[in-house]
């Protein structure tokens, strides 16, 4: 039992005060930055007090990154994400819980191992498959031989080719699969008593109706957890989006494109950094998800917390 005593509730407060100024203060410095002039930003002592120039900054930076197309990729691009990794984790949980095939902990246990390879540790091979989705499969069929019977055949050489560079589908497709979220169903899943699953049987309901229509209504505080988790994770995607668009006019996204106010001493020739833009568009960037954080909290917080019962 934890003893509560005035010193230590003080002690506990103080550490939550500081830590909350630790993670305040830079966002305050950016917002200050943010209203004030190019001359203001890169005066000495820094500015700790907001000006009255943000909506010329942002309009400036706004125009400068052009924004609004932007912005709708990087919609697009969340949205696609967390449809597909909400969809793509319930229906392989479902699968490791519900079915009983030889290797099934196995096979999560490999889903369960790839939480320790993100994204940048294998992005060359998956920026070589993005290049060409179908390159597997080429593979497969040259080692088997398959293309050579074809060849002889028929004398037509198979070539398999998709290239998902500069296009949505490369945005979206190699970042759907998620080991968090299945981790996530499988837990939940997991507390379903096996009498509902009887019943449902009894009824007459197939694997499919039984996910659409009991587990899933079951599982909505689930879904909101997961789809607040991966639409931040989404729209704050940067390494990718910067390799496999190349096309930033018709696909490039908001966080890449903010590198481009973020000031560069090499590009500027030594000019004087633009802090103040880069500040007041990073301020815009980050209303996305910190909406859609307040908007789905109480949802987020019951998911996580019926997860672990």
Same mark, same amino acid.
């Given at each position: 039992?934890?003893?509560?005593?005035?010193?230590?509730? /003080?002690?506990?407060?103080?550490?939550?005060?500081?830590g909350l100024v630790i993670i305040l203060l830079p966002v305050w410095l950016a917002i200050v930055a943010s209203t004030l002039t190019l001359q203001e930003v890169n005066s000495a002592p820094v500015e700790l007090w907001p000006g009255d120039q943000f909506w010329p900054n942002l309009k400036e930076a706004w125009a400068q990154s052009d924004f609004g197309p932007k912005f709708v990729n990087s919609f697009i691009v969340a949205v696609g994400v967390v449809v597909g990794k909400v969809t793509l984790a319930c229906i392989t949980a479902f699968a490791l819980v519900f079915f009983n095939f030889r290797g099934r902990m196995l096979i999560f246990w490999a889903i369960f191992i790839t939480l320790m390879l993100p994204l940048e540790v294998r992005i060359v091979p998956t920026y070589a498959v993005a290049a060409n989705a179908l390159s597997p499969f080429q593979t497969i069929m040259d080692w088997t031989g398959i293309s050579w019977l074809l060849n002889r055949l028929s004398g037509v050489e198979v070539s398999l080719q998709w290239n998902l560079l500069n296009s949505y589908t490369g945005l979206i497709l190699p970042l759907v699969a998620t080991a968090t979220g299945t981790f996530l169903y499988r837990q939940f899943f997991l507390t379903i008593p096996d009498e509902l699953v009887e019943a449902a049987r009894m009824d007459g309901a197939g694997p499919l109706r039984f996910l659409w229509d009991v587990l899933i209504p079951l599982s909505k505080t689930n879904i909101a957890a997961l789809a607040t988790i991966m639409f931040v994770y989404a729209w704050?995607? @940067?390494?990718?989006?910067?390799?496999?668009?190349?096309?930033?006019?018709? @696909?490039?996204?908001? $966080?890449?494109?903010?590198s481009d106010l973020v000031p560069d001493q090499l590009t500027t020739g030594g000019g004087t950094p633009t802090w103040h833009?880069?500040?007041?568009?990073?301020?815009? $960037?980050? /209303?996305?998800?910190?909406? $859609?954080?307040?908007?789905?909290?109480?949802?987020?917080?019951?998911? /996580?917390?019926?997860?672990?019962?």
């Open positions: 039992m934890i003893e509560r005593t005035p010193i230590l509730n /003080l002690m506990t407060h103080l550490i939550l005060a500081s704050n995607q @940067y390494l990718w989006p910067l390799l496999v668009i190349t096309d930033r006019a018709n @696909y490039g996204v908001v $966080v890449v494109q903010l833009l880069a500040m007041a568009a990073t301020l815009v $960037v980050m /209303l996305p998800p910190i909406a $859609v954080v307040i908007f789905m909290q109480r949802w987020f917080v019951r998911g /996580l917390i019926n997860t672990d019962k």
